[in-house]
């Protein structure tokens, strides 16, 4: 078990949203949680990203307490990518995805030769290499999208914590990262686990997905065993068929509705 | 931006070639700038003269250079690095052009302090009695900027400090103190808030080697300390959750930053009195020479050093025989700046 929340109660303030909720991830998978806004699918990835700290229970990476772990050492083993971040005004791509190296330097080691090829290396993976001089406000959505990926990869971690990655994007820039994240698990061997709104294409890029509902787990597994039409009711109160995706075999959410 | 990697045996270093060129050319002119400054007075001097009285010890005008001008001199540069340092990490931090020590409550709450301590000691004709003769002026002023500034970040705190939310309180706290100000001045004698005025505008007048060995004993401890948290400083601009991300301590990285700035703003205000705007533009423009990110620390602090040497010549030299405040001086010169700045914001 890479990352463990163990009977976690979240919230802010005197607002919990989530009470006694247990998750495991598994080394080597991609996981997807699903639900209606607000089920607290993005404050269960926050906690398990230690940018939130549970008021109850605890959250173990590799086994430990990750709030007994200075942040710095987390930071070297788990990337996380926040929901819509923020950077500085007139930031380049290139300045961006050096950020990323910031656990692994020191005031008197601030830009190895280790530093310079894996922000290289980050930005050839996601295709910026020849964008990396130009101000990130200048890119469209999906460009921008995969230079903060590309930032998270240059922190070099096995571990990757995804949230929302592919809002405000189009379908072809949605499907453009997931091949990307796609590409990190099975060609880097990394361990992703990111909060998605499309359930077609949740389906199809998780190994394992995991559907809440009012801040509990409903069901986690296999996506065909997940994404059933009791499930759409209970967790979305959508009435929906899932047929077979022609192209890759995953569950397809039909919903039902109104139609001609 | 021309940076290079500077490596030697496993250590690393990113080095911006403009950054060093304005240091380096930051340094040149506030020497040239200290040595003209230093010619006037009663007695007026050529620089070959202040350069002789300077480093000659037998030179006629070695007492006058070294006990009056030198020390003068020193105080203003070494004043407006403090505080252009101090306005660098405040605006980082608060991800905002226009906050500077004011905000932070500083300035006004040493202001508060002085005023009350030179109105409630009250004698007039210059005699000092009570609190002021036992404390001073710089003690005051020290405790008044250390105190607003905890009263600033206390409102401003809740479960973390949002910049935003301590530009906001600041404003509002820097409010209240300049109104306690004006009231402490209406209800004093004529002639102590004669004397309270000079030093509220901020002015280098008859500021001796006493002055100067604060503001560099803290400079001496505290470049060093915030070069050192530059990193941080840098993460902190990013949103919160990515500051985490990336490894870095928020809460504590953002306090002792502050700690820092308050600090520096409060030793550079108790020497020289409150001068305004060169914590606000000093590290604006060190990020225009630099064409970088953010404020640079140590361009900036060089520029606030040679902004205070010409606001200070200028402030003797204008109405000559008269002299000016130097924060007289910077006020006007600072004043269309920030007007620019809140123009250029809008748009």
Same mark, same amino acid.
């Given at each position: 078990?890479?990352?463990?929340?163990?009977d976690?109660?979240?919230?802010?303030?005197?607002?919990?949203?989530?009470?006694?909720?247990d998750?495991?991830?598994?080394?080597?998978?991609?996981?997807?949680?699903?639900?209606?806004?607000?089920?607290?699918k993005?404050?269960?990835?926050?906690?398990?990203?230690?940018?939130?700290?549970?008021?109850?229970?605890?959250?173990?990476?590799?086994?430990?307490r990750?709030?007994?772990?200075?942040?710095?050492?987390v930071?070297?083993?788990?990337?996380?990518?926040?929901?819509?971040?923020?950077?500085?005004?007139?930031?380049?791509?290139?300045?961006?995805?050096?950020?990323?190296?910031?656990?692994?330097?020191?005031?008197?080691?601030?830009?190895?030769?280790?530093?310079?090829?894996?922000?290289?290396?980050?930005?050839?993976?996601?295709?910026?290499?020849?964008?990396?001089?130009?101000?990130?406000?200048?890119l469209?959505?999906?460009?921008?999208?995969?230079?903060?990926?590309?930032?998270a990869?240059?922190?070099?971690?096995?571990?990757?914590?995804?949230?929302?990655?592919?809002?405000?994007?189009?379908?072809?820039?949605?499907?453009?990262?997931?091949?990307?994240?796609?590409?990190?698990?099975?060609?880097?061997?990394?361990?992703?686990?990111?909060?998605l709104?499309?359930?077609?294409?949740?389906?199809?890029?998780?190994?394992?997905?995991?559907?809440?509902?009012?801040?509990?787990?409903?069901?986690?597994?296999?996506?065909?065993?997940?994404?059933?039409?009791?499930?759409?009711?209970?967790?979305?109160?959508?009435?929906a068929?899932?047929?077979?995706?022609?192209?890759?075999?995953?569950?397809?959410?039909?919903?039902?509705?109104?139609?001609? | 931006?021309?940076?290079?990697?500077?490596?030697?045996?496993?250590?690393?270093w990113?080095?911006?070639?403009?950054?060093?060129?304005?240091?380096?050319?930051g340094?040149?002119?506030?020497?040239?700038?200290?040595?003209?400054?230093?010619?006037?007075?009663?007695?007026?001097?050529?620089?070959?003269?202040?350069?002789?009285?300077?480093?000659?010890?037998?030179?006629?005008?070695?007492?006058?250079?070294?006990?009056?001008?030198?020390?003068?001199?020193?105080?203003?540069?070494?004043?407006?690095?403090?505080?252009?340092?101090?306005g660098?990490?405040?605006?980082?931090?608060?991800?905002?052009?226009?906050?500077?020590?004011?905000?932070?409550?500083?300035?006004?709450?040493?202001?508060?302090?002085?005023?009350?301590?030179? #109105? @409630?000691?009250?004698? /007039?004709?210059?005699?000092?009695?009570? %609190? *002021?003769? !036992?404390l001073?002026?710089? &003690? +005051?002023a020290?405790?008044?900027?250390?105190?607003?500034?905890?009263?600033?970040?206390a409102?401003?705190?809740?479960?973390?400090?949002?910049g935003?939310?301590?530009?906001?309180?600041?404003?509002g706290?820097?409010?209240?103190?300049?109104?306690?100000?004006?009231?402490?001045l209406?209800?004093?004698?004529?002639?102590?808030?004669?004397?309270?005025?000079?030093?509220?505008?901020?002015?280098?007048?008859?500021?001796?080697?006493e002055?100067?060995?604060? #503001? @560099?004993?803290?400079? /001496?401890?505290?470049?060093p300390?915030? %070069? *050192?948290? !530059?990193?941080?400083?840098? &993460? +902190?601009?990013?949103?919160?959750?990515?500051?985490?991300?990336?490894?870095?301590?928020?809460?504590?990285?953002?306090?002792?930053?502050?700690?820092?700035?308050v600090?520096?703003?409060?030793?550079?205000?108790?020497?020289a009195?409150?001068?305004?705007?060169?914590?606000?533009?000093?590290?604006?423009?060190?990020?225009?020479?630099?064409?970088?990110?953010q404020?640079?620390?140590?361009?900036?602090?060089?520029?606030?050093?040679?902004?205070?040497?010409?606001?200070?010549?200028?402030a003797?030299?204008?109405f000559?025989?008269?002299? *000016?405040?130097?924060?007289?001086?910077? &006020?006007?010169?600072?004043?269309?700046?920030?007007?620019?700045?809140?123009?250029?914001?809008?748009?």
């Amino acid at each position: 078990m890479r990352l463990q929340a163990v009977d976690v109660k979240l919230g802010y303030g005197d607002r919990t949203i989530v009470d006694g909720l247990d998750l495991g991830i598994e080394a080597g998978t991609v996981t997807t949680i699903i639900g209606p806004n607000g089920c607290g699918k993005s404050t269960l990835l926050r906690a398990l990203g230690r940018l939130l700290r549970p008021q109850g229970g605890e959250v173990l990476l590799d086994g430990k307490r990750i709030d007994r772990i200075p942040t710095r050492e987390v930071a070297k083993i788990l990337g996380v990518l926040p929901q819509a971040p923020t950077a500085p005004e007139g930031l380049t791509v290139a300045d961006l995805v050096a950020r990323g190296r910031h656990p692994h330097q020191t005031w008197y080691r601030q830009w190895s030769s280790d530093d310079e090829a894996a922000v290289g290396e980050a930005l050839a993976m996601t295709g910026l290499a020849d964008l990396a001089e130009r101000p990130l406000d200048e890119l469209s959505g999906g460009q921008r999208q995969r230079a903060w990926i590309s930032m998270a990869l240059a922190q070099g971690t096995d571990l990757l914590l995804l949230d929302e990655p592919t809002t405000f994007l189009d379908l072809a820039h949605q499907v453009e990262v997931l091949e990307l994240v796609r590409h990190l698990h099975r060609e880097a061997s990394r361990t992703i686990v990111m909060v998605l709104h499309d359930l077609n294409l949740a389906a199809r890029y998780a190994d394992r997905l995991v559907a809440m509902r009012d801040g509990r787990v409903v069901a986690a597994g296999d996506p065909h065993e997940v994404l059933t039409e009791e499930l759409m009711r209970e967790v979305f109160e959508l009435d929906a068929k899932i047929i077979a995706d022609p192209v890759a075999g995953t569950p397809l959410v039909i919903p039902i509705g109104t139609h001609r | 931006m021309t940076t290079f990697p500077l490596r030697v045996a496993g250590l690393s270093w990113q080095v911006r070639l403009r950054g060093v060129a304005v240091t380096l050319g930051g340094l040149v002119l506030l020497g040239l700038l200290m040595a003209l400054n230093m010619r006037i007075g009663d007695i007026r001097m050529s620089v070959a003269e202040v350069l002789g009285g300077t480093f000659d010890v037998n030179s006629a005008n070695h007492f006058v250079i070294m006990e009056l001008r030198l020390p003068r001199a020193l105080t203003g540069a070494l004043v407006g690095a403090a505080l252009a340092l101090s306005g660098a990490i405040i605006q980082s931090i608060a991800r905002n052009p226009l906050a500077s020590p004011e905000i932070l409550g500083v300035t006004t709450g040493a202001s508060v302090t002085v005023v009350a301590g030179v #109105v @409630a000691s009250g004698s /007039a004709y210059g005699g000092v009695s009570g %609190l *002021l003769s !036992t404390l001073g002026i710089p &003690a +005051l002023a020290l405790l008044g900027g250390l105190g607003g500034a905890a009263i600033v970040y206390a409102l401003a705190w809740r479960r973390g400090l949002d910049g935003y939310r301590l530009v906001l309180v600041g404003i509002g706290v820097a409010a209240v103190f300049t109104n306690v100000k004006y009231w402490l001045l209406t209800i004093g004698d004529v002639n102590d808030t004669g004397r309270a005025m000079v030093w509220i505008s901020g002015s280098l007048n008859g500021r001796g080697w006493e002055h100067v060995v604060p #503001v @560099a004993l803290a400079l /001496a401890v505290l470049v060093p300390l915030t %070069l *050192l948290g !530059t990193r941080s400083l840098d &993460a +902190l601009r990013f949103g919160d959750d990515t500051v985490t991300a990336l490894g870095v301590r928020m809460n504590p990285a953002r306090a002792l930053m502050i700690l820092a700035a308050v600090l520096l703003a409060a030793v550079a205000t108790a020497s020289a009195g409150p001068i305004a705007f060169v914590a606000l533009a000093a590290p604006q423009i060190a990020l225009r020479l630099t064409r970088s990110g953010q404020p640079p620390l140590l361009s900036s602090a060089m520029v606030g050093a040679v902004l205070t040497a010409v606001a200070d010549l200028i402030a003797r030299t204008v109405f000559s025989p008269i002299e *000016l405040p130097v924060g007289v001086v910077t &006020a006007v010169l600072g004043a269309p700046y920030l007007i620019h700045l809140i123009w250029k914001a809008r748009k």
